[in-house]
């Protein structure tokens, strides 16, 4: 740590004082094999993510970075014109949802929550403890009150909720074709079935996001994408939040 780095820190002003916080956190972090944003990146500044996340509130979610990938492939749907109804299959509190609809902008193109509202189902062996959690994956975690994310999107009309097990929610959804799907389910068994279900039915140019590609937590879902994609054209791309982005060729 440097004189002028603590003095910029405790007694600097504006984008001074935040440029040497980064620069100490991102030293920090690296003695912990941590990596921390840098401090420049358009999302983490005042603008458009930060606007939605002071609307969304104290909420639990998807952190920023998620978030904004999320919003940014939403408005990229919407201006390339990418037909279909929007998805999510994994819903908890609703958060990634309230930036995909802001970023889509579009209150005339359905968006179809899927979720058991009840937390996880039961893991399998390969969702097992890897190392980076206390606790293994148990059938209930990550459970909620599914009034909140119905509160939290009461200004969408267009939403549309699918309460129950993938892949029974999707029940009704058979002729549908979509522009963006967003899996978020953590486990091996119901990844395989989200994207076994959507991706047949991706239009042209439509985009599947997945959030725990590249998540150590999660190594189901990783393994139930790498083996789908396997005798695929289409590929996932891993993107440094965890998430991973499939473009429909």
Not at 116 to 136: K, N, V, Y
Not at 201 to 221: I, N, Q, S
Request: with cysteine; aromatic share 10%; charged share 25%.
């Amino acid at each position: 740590m440097t004189v002028r780095n603590w003095w910029l820190r405790h007694l600097g002003s504006g984008d001074a004082k935040r440029r040497a916080w980064s620069k100490h956190l991102a030293r920090v972090a690296h003695r912990h094999a941590l990596h921390l944003y840098s401090y420049h990146l358009t999302w983490t500044l005042p603008g458009a993510a930060r606007d939605i996340e002071a609307r969304w509130g104290d909420v639990p979610g998807l952190p920023l970075d998620a978030c904004q990938l999320l919003y940014s492939v939403a408005c990229g749907v919407t201006k390339r014109g990418i037909v279909g109804d929007t998805a999510e299959a994994g819903v908890r509190f609703g958060k990634s949802s309230f930036f995909i609809l802001h970023g889509l902008a579009d209150r005339t193109r359905p968006h179809h929550l899927c979720d058991s509202f009840e937390g996880l189902s039961t893991p399998g062996e390969i969702d097992a403890d890897r190392g980076f959690r206390r606790e293994q994956w148990k059938a209930g975690d990550l459970a909620v009150d599914e009034n909140v994310a119905r509160e939290k999107l009461r200004d969408f009309p267009q939403c549309v909720f699918h309460r129950g097990w993938i892949p029974d929610c999707f029940a009704g959804l058979e002729d549908k074709r979509f522009a963006l799907v967003h899996v978020d389910v953590d486990l091996y068994e119901p990844t395989r079935d989200a994207f076994a279900f959507f991706y047949p039915r991706m239009t042209p140019g439509g985009v599947m996001v997945c959030d725990d590609y590249g998540l150590a937590t999660c190594p189901g879902a990783r393994k139930a994408i790498d083996e789908f994609f396997a005798d695929k054209p289409n590929a996932p791309i891993e993107l440094p939040s965890g998430q991973a982005l499939i473009v429909n060729s």
